[in-house]
């Protein structure tokens, strides 16, 4: 079965640049795969930040931006803030009605 | 704005059966897949299945398949999330969410708050 990979961690300082990935533990993601990403943090539902690769959610700061960086997808946060301390969640289209999400990346903020 | 309001906690013995809805209020219900995903205690996001409610379709993935079952009344704009024979790994925040777009495939766009099934003797 194929797995979706995230980085477990991040660390980021403020006014800093950092970016997650989101891969394929067999073949390389691509605009096909139709990649989410979504930021929840501790006791609260997700949030969407990232659609269909790189369309921005309504309401998110252009600080979050989507793409394709070589084999995988990528979600950038430029310029984080303190409040982007977050669980960060993306996920792919399988094929055939299937979704499946990464592990996770946490991002601290320090 | 479209909001997504779930059903209350659960708890519920080993082996038997939880069912969890989702009403979609404030904007169109039948043409939009509507996913569930669920969160075990400390654990990510996992995806469990979706419905596009216009056409009966479902998905699960493999892992409940056989167990869960998700049905939709169009009449209420309600989606239903039904887990059979529950075990302790089955404990955990359930989350409907309604896609972005029509268009298929869409992610998750919208979001539920969530409903706590704990699955306990």
């Known amino acids: 079965q194929t797995v979706v990979t995230q980085e477990p961690s991040f660390s980021v300082s403020p006014g800093g640049t950092v970016t997650l990935t989101c891969g394929l533990s067999?073949?390389?993601?691509?605009?096909?795969?139709?990649p989410g990403w979504y930021q929840q943090t501790p006791g609260q539902a997700p949030r969407t930040l990232i659609y269909n690769t790189n369309s921005r959610s309504s309401g998110v700061p252009d600080r979050f931006s989507g793409s394709i960086l070589g084999n995988k997808a990528a979600l950038t946060i430029t310029g984080a803030q303190a409040d982007d301390e977050s669980d960060y969640y993306c996920v792919l289209y399988m094929g055939s009605g299937i979704w499946v999400f990464g592990g996770g990346t946490k991002v601290t903020v320090l | 704005q479209v909001q997504l309001v779930q059903s209350g906690s659960e708890v519920k013995k080993p082996g038997s059966s939880v069912k969890v809805s989702c009403r979609v209020s404030?904007?169109?219900?039948?043409?939009?897949?509507l996913y569930w995903v669920r969160q075990a205690p400390g654990q990510g996001l996992e995806w469990v299945g979706r419905?596009?409610?216009?056409?009966?379709?479902?998905n699960y993935a493999q892992k409940v398949q056989g167990r869960v079952t998700i049905t939709a009344d169009k009449s209420t704009s309600t989606a239903y999330m039904e887990v059979n024979s529950l075990r302790s790994d089955d404990t955990a925040v359930y989350y409907c969410?309604?896609?972005?777009?029509?268009?298929?495939?869409?992610?998750?766009?919208?979001w539920g708050k969530g409903t706590t099934v704990i699955v306990s003797s």
């Open positions: 404030g904007g169109t219900f039948n043409s939009y897949s």
């Open positions: 969410a309604r896609a972005y777009d029509v268009v298929v495939p869409a992610a998750m766009g919208v």
């Open positions: 067999s073949g390389s993601v691509s605009t096909s795969d139709y």
């Open positions: 419905i596009i409610p216009i056409l009966g379709t479902t």
